[in-house]
C-alpha cells in the first residue's frame, strides 16, 4: 500500500527531499504523494515533523 499525507500537512518540504524516488510534490493546500510511483519505504514518515504521511 502506498503513503498517502493527510491534512495535518504543514508543507515544509521536508518529505519532498528525502523521498528516494521523488514521487512528492506541492500540491494546492499540502504536499501530495504519486502513489503509482510510491515504492512504500515510510522515509517520508520519518522526515515529518507532523506524522502526516501514513500508510493508506
Ligand atoms: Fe517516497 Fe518512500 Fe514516502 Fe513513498 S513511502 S512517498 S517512496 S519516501
Ligand atoms: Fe507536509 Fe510532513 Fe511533507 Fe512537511 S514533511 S511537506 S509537513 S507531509
Redesign the pocket.
Known sequence: M??QINDDCISCGA?AG???????SEGDSKYV??ES?????????G?CPVGA?NQA
Not at 528525502?18 to 512528492?24: D, H, L
Not at 510511483?37 to 514518515?45: E, H, I, K, L, S
Request: glycine share 8%; aromatic share 4%; hydrophobic share 40%.
Open positions: 502506498a503513503y518529505c528525502a523521498c528516494p524516488v521523488g514521487c512528492i504523494i504519486d510511483a510510491c515504492v512504500d519505504c515510510g522515509t517520508c514518515a522526515a504521511p
